[in-house]
């Protein structure tokens, strides 16, 4: 039951954070050191990894209505939590990779039309 509202927290703030990306700051959003450098850089971020936030929640929740309606003979908790922690190091991993295709380490754009 907890991934379900993890994934509806997930899915519910993955929207805003699309919709309405917050201005730089300390409290909200994704925070990398590249994401950080702008508010090119960050806005981008915050808009990308919403939507990955969104994918990962409707996948949670996906295996958090499976696992109420499967009995498994593992631990449900466990399985969530770590169902929970790899989503986390994706969406780390997948925006960091967007972020490095699209801008320089100084935070400046990369010139996209020579590829």
Not at 2 to 14: A, L
Not at 15 to 43: C, E
Not at 72 to 95: D, F, R
């Amino acid at each position: 039951m907890n991934s379900i509202i993890v994934s509806i927290f997930s899915i519910v703030f993955g929207f805003i954070s699309m919709k309405y990306p917050p201005s730089i700051n300390r409290i909200v959003g994704y925070k990398s050191p590249l994401a950080s450098k702008n508010q090119d850089t960050w806005n981008i971020s915050q808009k990308h990894s919403g939507f990955i936030a969104i994918v990962l929640g409707v996948i949670n929740g996906i295996f958090g209505i499976w696992s109420i309606i499967q009995p498994m003979a593992i631990n449900k908790g466990q399985m969530q939590l770590l169902l929970l922690l790899i989503s986390a190091v994706v969406l780390v991993v997948i925006e960091e990779i967007h972020l490095a295709h699209l801008f320089h380490m100084d935070g400046s754009r990369k010139n996209l039309n020579n590829y």
